[in-house]
């Protein structure tokens, strides 16, 4: 995806990401209409969704490995950092510019070293240039913050979508999961009995209705020092900069994964 991002019909491949998560983002509308996450725990079970969907109504990964791939990516990759992070706690924190830059800031610069993973002499190797970094992440910094600001502005639209609209959504997108997921009937039925457990189980939890408030020069702020974190950080590291292996990263990611997803359930219990 990067290596095609950078040829010559790069905004191709960026419309058909674009494209591709429209269904997810759909799936996280609705479940702001259904029940407004005001915990961090909360969004979590409704990033589980929006994983699932992800990894089982757009492409049929979770049927690799499974039980061990309904967890990666959908509910130790997409939950935590898509949702969490990037949908919830990123709109929230556009009014405190002192920990938006924090946040930010640690985000880039591990950005910046995760990086590494292109310079070399291996197969996937791309060896970018400082130019053609920078180009990434400014596209990139810019796409971000503009999702910030729209979930901000317009997030709280959601509670106007009919309750049947919500519904339509959720039951189109496990339609699409059937259709990924028709090759392999016992597993898909299995995720559809966990999706819908956990829908059931974050309608039971308390509606949090509030609206993010922004403060556009600390956002700014704040997002012109991710940019900068990230590509200072790869301009400053080198090839010869060991990488932590991907395989252990998905490892402590789906065990983290699981932990949380787990304490979500029993929270939203407790708080019922």
């Known amino acids: 995806p990067v290596r095609r991002f950078l040829g010559p019909d790069g905004w191709r491949g960026l419309l058909e990401m ?6 997810p983002a759909a799936v996280w509308i609705a479940a702001l209409r259904l029940r407004w996450p005001g915990r961090w725990w909360q969004a979590l079970l409704a990033g589980g969704l929006v994983g699932w969907v992800t990894e089982a109504a757009m492409v049929p990964a979770v049927y690799e490995a499974p039980p061990l ?21 990123l709109p929230r924190l556009l009014d405190r510019p002192a920990r938006l830059a924090a946040l930010l800031v640690l ?3 591990a950005m910046g070293i995760w990086a590494n993973w292109t310079r070399g002499t291996h197969d996937e190797a791309l060896n970018l240039g400082l130019a053609d970094y920078a180009f990434l992440i400014g596209i990139s910094t810019v796409l971000v913050a503009l999702g910030a600001f729209i979930q901000a502005a317009y997030g709280p639209s959601a ?12 039951a189109g997108a496990a339609g699409l999961m ?21 829908l059931w189980v974050l309608l039971r939890t308390p509606d949090c209705a509030t ?28 090839a010869t900069w060991p990488v932590p292996d991907v395989e252990f990263l998905a490892f402590v990611a789906f065990c983290a994964g699981t932990a949380l997803f787990c304490y979500g359930l029993v929270r939203a219990f407790i708080s019922h």
């Open 18 to 23: 674009w494209g591709f998560y429209l269904i």
């Open 178 to 198: 059937v259709l990924q997921g028709i090759v392999a009937p016992i597993w898909l039925v299995a995720l559809l009995l966990i999706a819908a457990a956990t």
């Open 69 to 89: 791939s309904f967890v990666w990516t959908s509910l130790a990759w997409h939950a935590p950092v898509d949702v969490v992070l990037g949908l919830w706690l």
């Open 159 to 170: 509670r106007h979508l009919p309750g049947w609209g919500a519904w339509a959504i959720l």
């Open 107 to 109: 985000v880039g610069a």
């Open 211 to 238: 609206e993010p408030q922004v403060s556009e020069r600390a956002a700014l702020t704040g997002f012109a020092a991710f940019a900068g974190a990230a590509f200072g950080a790869y301009a400053l590291s080198s």
